[in-house]
């Protein structure tokens, strides 16, 4: 396409960003449709880029500019450098992204000795016109000449002194004069407007390639050639008396959603005086009664660029003698939850389609929509920030132990359970808390994992606090709290806040419940949750789960009055004696599964066969060294035999590297009575449940397989158990076996392994520690933090999923299958389950689910949907 | 092709052996070409599968035998069933792979009442005949008809009682008579001749499908569908007076590998006699004197029959009345330096070419050649068996402690190391032992790897002992052996010998060193060495090592005067502290490498920069613990806040999965002054030796790369060092950078990393670790040993490259780096690449290297060559 070097913002429109940058496209666009935009041009990037090349503005160039200066003159009535009516004006960079660390704008640019004058015949004001070229001056001096700005404030400062006054506004005309006088010694400012705006232009070129532009656009990886374009508009003045005014306005709510104009003015000023706020604007509506034919233009027009641009706009306007200005249209930023009542509303209102409203949500921010928040009202004194490990904010009474919290949140008191870090050991505690603080450990530590999983508001890697375990004291800078004192921890921000701090209840309002409807119908991945109690799975429910994708059962085993058992039978000297052990352990499982069945109505639960290695289960070395200690001074020796056993048990089953020890179908295979219980609680549960009317769907899940015999031996034993249930109680149950592919050996073998399950879930937590190399205990403060602070990593892997490693294992494996098995149902389960763009992924290659936890599981749906209608990620 | 149901001898050869079943096959092809066999013919394999499906011998079949019965009639001039001249057959099963588990051979068929007569008529021996009736209808009742063997045995007995003798042979003639009047009443044998060959070999069809049979092939898994073939042989007699006799002979010394006759017979014998050790048979040079003409053709036809199978043979034969007839040939078993030197010998006499004597040599047979051996000619007493986890026989007094090994080591004591587990802390007492001795641990622990690449003996997991370390004694059953006893292990089986052995030092031999060069001319891997000490380097170069592809640096940091200048560098509070501490240490590893570099004459070496979490170099928790309860105690104020600080540090320190951790490139990235000091000394050392005129060629190697933009940055951070170094010194060094494959995203994304290194090596030990998510301190004992009795894994994947998985990542790394840089230098590394099977692998997924145990690089070679020559795996 031949481009030109300028565009009347006539000639240009909104999808024209690349090349006149965007601010400057969406002039052009509002100038295009009629809404009313003073008079300007845009210089092009094209042009940016050969300035960066030459380091010069072309004659051609500079030509152009002036052609167009004139075309503007015609355009206004006005004069670029005319004494009498002066045509000024304003000078902007705009790249096609937006970004930071370029130009400032240059105001009031043609004004010199002779236009002032000028000016102040036009506007009836010499004071006006004096301060105008007084800023024009400095801020020439300082973006286009590089004089440092405290060389102006000086001069500033010294005549207010002088004058004995205090704000810029009340130096009087003389002393206004003066300060030119003296700017103009300051800054060598050419008097020749073309000469003015040429370098201008020049500056804004200049700055494209400044150190901090530079620097931003190499951290945010932007391509060095974007280049920008120069906006150059005529200034338009809220400031020539009380029928003049500026102001800002949101065509709804930002806040609510609510449809109506939001925004506020003032009268006689310009923009910089709302941002400096010496003076309180006023509510948009009260300019009604001040200006109403300016306020029905202003209400047509704000109109008119919503339903232009089909969303909300932030619009900045000015009136100049009553009439209305445009000067800046955007989509307006809002939060979260008008986010969702907007989309809802605009598509009742036929603005857009049930497909766009469901693109334009970020999933990722409606997940505060789901979790109780510190209220926005109040102020509050931050002690620490962690890491926000698991959302929603909680305030409690300190508890420095896992059985305390349990007792104490038993006797009916709210606690925040506080640790330098949390064991598998520690989950009862957490249940049984409003939130759960730790001082070590990262966003995918055992703390958050589990917060997350069950909803509970969790901080971790507060490395700034201290725990003296001795004395239960939180310690931080200047405080100390003890198990008396209240605290409030935020895990949607990582705030730690001593004291209690009113909250706010989330609620799942109309809209967002139609917005997730909407979303259902486009989706194409089920959304399941990971739930592993009644309370999870209720949970699940009620946020639209469509079943749960992952059932852990080690939870079941972790319960204070179950684990005795579940110690007694890894002590277990023979397979009898494990047995026994676990024929106690059977009826509690099946009270598990009785009710996880009923909740779910017939939805298909995935049940996951014990996974975590069994030294898990027991006590630290440390602690029964400590209780030999004490119990040899008391002297009772079979007490001191047993723990002895235990220690040595406990040495013995202990596992240099337990992650990739001895866990999961190993478990299953080299204590096959274990895995067998388990299937009988499930079937026993599930044929009780059917009896009584309840339709029952269930997977049997079998974790982290790494070689199909694997499978094709388990898989006999479970349905040998599974029949011989079936045919005692005479129920016929529709189970599937299913398996976890959380190695990178089981992704290759994906296709063997189909041969033996209906049902395959992607363990990403796993996968990505095993495709890695990372231990996610160990790697997040030892040097995944180094990573991603020197951007060796950009995202967290354990968050976000990766897609160049692990994500291409998945498809190898996904291929595989279905190659072998077409019809085989594959998810993936775990954190990534429920992260938008980890959705999406899944999304593309041809996943049938995703299962998450329950809080999630909005997000989930409406990320299947995006990906479904196809946004770019 | 058209098959028949039966071939006569003259009629089949070597390569029917699918039809004929293997001895079948052999005995057809030795008729074929001359040799004097007892006439016969073979039932095939099709004929068993058809038996298999009805449970019938067709009467096609039956007339076919018995028209092939008639052809060996007019071939022997004897007649089945003939009251005078009667025609005697042996039947025999034969599958195409040999199998345990089916029938046992049938001799003397086609005796009966009447024939009896005839066979002591023709032999002029009653008793022989009634015995050799006995016999059969001993034979055929307890093998067709199914009597237990017992009923016979008593029967025998109650006769000997009766005669009052001890030796079936001293039983009367009528006492024989007797017997079969007996056996005969026990056992309904048919006296038609016809009616018990079809019998025998419906016997012979139905043992294909006994339940041994079965099991065994389902173990080995072998098709049920081959078949067995049934061989029927006209008898010879071994036992019919001085002209007779028995033997078995090998055409070469099986123990030495000398070309000679070796072997023995006896004089009016049966094979079975020879068997039953009742007699002492006499070497078989001796029958030159008794029978020198059947000697003479004994000693032509065993030539031929070498000759003709191009191998050293062992050789069944039957002289009867002066008559030889050879009833078996096979390819003689022998020993592995008997094997070499055959090999060879068979080369110089234009027997066999090159590549067939490189083919013929197992290398995994070799490797006991390079090792250490306890002599073959004495007797001792095993006290446990362990695993053979590093090849090679010692002897020394125990030593229970790295730092009392390596003491008494230094005083000139031969000490054998016996611990539960070692660890790095152990190396240095590794290292000064003779041999060392593990109680748990597998082929793979630390203590297995590191001896292994020390090339010291070690047997480990030795679970049938124990240690009592406070009064330094190793326990086992009824024997405790203090630090003053001598205790013997021989790491090639993994026994355990209390006191002194006598041992054999190894030698390379000619003909190794001759087939070990012919090897080098085929291959086409480059077969480097694991070398990290002096030692190593030079046995690695005696072994024919092109170059070092692998050299750990950490060993360099645990020896005994460096440690403690490590852990204060592990300890530093600053980077500044931390690289004092390091500039101690650089001279010291200036002087490894100096040595390494002279010591390899400009071959390249592979310096692997450190890799270990740094927690590995501090001492357990456990004991820094102990230590301050003791300082406690000494009240030593300044020595107690010193170990506090060193227990926070290993505490902070400390990972759950360190194999998983902050360790490889993440450790340089995260202190690059590490990495910076290590390639300050390599560059330094490089310059120095290239100063005094020995050439240098080195590669810098990263480990555990897991994306590519870690080595973008470090490779910089090498280059500046390495220049700088470089222009400082004024000479020039020609390194290249390196990376270490290890996990599978680094598989994954070859292309990538390809981009930054000229040199990848596989490091797949720890690609196992993570590709099977398979713990290698913790698999061993928890669960592998139960998934390879159970053939969950057919292999151990730590010593069998696992070509599923590990190896279609390495497949893919291959490609990917290829394409990414065609001349890109790729390696294995570790365990695997001094295993045959996977070296193999390594060659035909193109690699460019292997790189091993000094001790196992001529298996290297041998394998290297093999795979070159194209032989099937």
Redesign the interface.
């Known amino acids: 396409m031949v481009t030109k070097d300028i565009y009347l913002f006539e000639e240009g429109k909104k999808d024209m960003g690349m090349l006149l940058g965007n601010k400057g496209a969406q002039l052009c666009e509002m100038t295009r449709v009629g809404i009313p935009v003073p008079p300007g041009f845009v210089i092009t990037t094209k042009v940016c880029n050969e300035y960066a090349k030459t380091g010069k503005l072309p004659k051609r160039v500079k030509d152009n500019v002036l052609k167009h200066v004139k075309k503007i003159e015609r355009k206004t009535g006005k004069k670029f450098g005319d004494a009498r009516n002066p045509l000024l004006f304003s000078v902007r960079s705009g790249a096609p992204i937006s970004m930071p660390g370029m130009m400032d704008t240059i105001l009031n640019l043609g004004l010199n000795d002779k236009t002032v004058l000028g000016l102040a015949k036009q506007t009836n004001n010499e004071w006006f016109a004096y301060d105008s070229y007084r800023r024009f001056l400095q801020m020439f001096g300082n973006i286009v000449l590089d004089i440092s700005k405290e060389s102006f404030e000086d001069a500033i400062n010294k005549q207010k002194k002088k004058e004995g006054v205090h704000l810029d506004q009340e130096i009087s005309l003389d002393g206004m004069k003066e300060l030119v006088k003296k700017f103009k010694k300051i800054a060598d400012v050419p008097q020749d407007p073309s000469k003015q705006l040429f370098m201008a232009i020049g500056a804004v070129f200049s700055s494209w390639n400044s150190d901090r532009a530079k620097s931003y656009r190499e951290f945010n990886r932007l391509p060095n050639d974007l280049g920008t374009g120069v906006n150059v508009q005529t200034m338009v003045f809220g400031n020539l008396g009380n029928d003049s005014g500026t102001g800002v306005v949101f065509t709804r709510n930002p806040a609510t959603g609510e449809k109506k104009l939001y925004g506020e003015f003032l009268l006689n000023a310009q923009g910089e005086d709302i941002v400096a706020g010496t003076r309180t604007p006023k509510p948009v509506n009260t300019l009604k009664k001040v200006l109403p034919k300016a306020y029905k233009k202003l209400v047509q027009t704000t109109k008119r660029l919503e339903k232009h641009y089909k969303d909300v706009q932030d619009i900045e306007f000015t009136i100049e003698k009553g009439k209305l200005y445009i000067l800046q249209t955007r989509t307006a930023k809002r939060t979260a939850s008008a986010a969702v009542k907007i989309a809802v509303d605009m598509v009742k209102e036929g603005v857009i389609s049930k497909k766009m409203a469901i693109m334009r949500i970020d999933p990722s921010t409606i997940e505060k929509l789901l979790h109780r928040q510190i209220s926005d009202e109040v102020s509050y004194n931050v002690i620490a920030t962690g890491l926000p490990a698991s959302p929603g904010a909680a305030t409690g009474k300190l508890s420095f132990d896992a059985d305390d919290a349990e007792k104490r949140a038993d006797a009916g008191e709210k606690v925040i359970l506080v640790r330098s870090e949390t064991s598998p050991d520690d989950v009862h505690g957490i249940v049984r808390s409003q939130g759960v603080l730790t001082l070590r450990g990262g966003v995918t530590s055992h703390a958050a994992v589990v917060s997350r999983g069950l909803g509970i508001p969790c901080v971790s890697g507060c490395n700034e606090l201290d725990i003296d375990y001795k004395n239960k004291l939180l310690i931080g800078k200047g405080i100390k709290l003890g198990e008396e004192d209240t605290l409030t921890i935020d895990g949607t921000t990582g705030r730690v806040i001593p004291g209690g701090v009113p909250l706010v209840d989330p609620k799942i309002s109309k809209e967002f419940a139609q917005l997730l409807k909407w979303a259902d119908s486009f989706k194409k991945l089920k959304v399941m949750a990971n739930a592993d109690t009644p309370k999870d799975a209720k949970k699940a429910v009620e946020f639209g789960a469509e079943g749960i994708g992952l059932c852990r059962t080690e939870h079941m085993f972790m319960s204070q009055n179950r684990l005795p058992i579940v110690q007694e039978m890894i002590l277990s000297k023979s397979k009898e004696e494990r047995e026994r052990a676990l024929a106690r352990l059977l009826p509690e499982q099946r009270k598990d599964f009785t009710e996880l069945f009923k909740i779910m109505k017939g939805r298909k639960i995935t049940i996951r066969l014990l996974d975590p290695p069994l030294h898990e289960f027991l006590p630290d070395v440390d602690e029964i060294q400590e209780d030999i200690r004490s119990i040899k001074k008391s002297g009772n020796k079979k007490a001191l035999a047993e723990k002895e056993e235990l220690l040595k048990k406990t040495i013995h089953l202990h596992?240099?590297?337990?992650?990739?020890?001895?866990r999961g179908i190993?478990?299953g295979?080299?204590y096959p009575e274990i895995y067998n219980m388990q299937v009988r609680a499930i079937m026993e549960a599930a044929c009780n449940v059917k009896k009584r009317g309840t339709r029952v769907s269930v997977v049997i899940e079998l974790p982290?397989v790494?070689?199909e015999?694997?499978l094709a031996?388990m898989k006999d034993e479970i349905d040998k158990t599974a029949m011989e249930v079936q045919k005692k109680k005479g129920v016929k149950i529709p189970y599937h076996i299913g398996t976890m592919i959380?190695?990178?050996?089981a992704c290759?073998?994906a296709d063997k392994i189909s041969k033996y399950v209906d049902f395959i879930s992607f363990g990403t937590n796993?996968l990505t520690?095993?495709?890695?190399?990372?231990?996610r205990?160990?790697?997040e403060d030892?040097?995944l933090h180094?990573?991603f602070t020197?951007?060796?990593?950009e995202e967290d892997p354990f968050v976000v999923l990766?897609e160049?490693?692990?994500g291409?294992?998945m498809k190898m494996a996904v291929k595989r299958a279905h190659a072998q098995k077409p019809g085989i149902e594959m998810i993936i389960c775990g954190e990534h389950g429920g992260e938008p763009k980890s959705v999406h992924f899944c999304h593309h290659i041809n996943l049938d689910g995703v299962s998450c936890s329950p809080y999630r599981v909005p997000i989930a749906r409406l990320a299947a949907a995006q990906a479904a209608i196809g946004r770019k990620k």
Chains 1, 2 share one sequence.
């Open positions: 596992e240099v590297n337990p992650m990739l020890g001895h190993r478990l295979l080299v982290l790494a070689e015999r694997e031996t959380e190695l990178p050996r290759l073998i796993d520690q095993t495709t890695f190399g990372f231990s205990d160990d790697a030892k040097f180094y990573y020197n951007k060796i990593l990766d160049v490693g692990v291409e294992l």
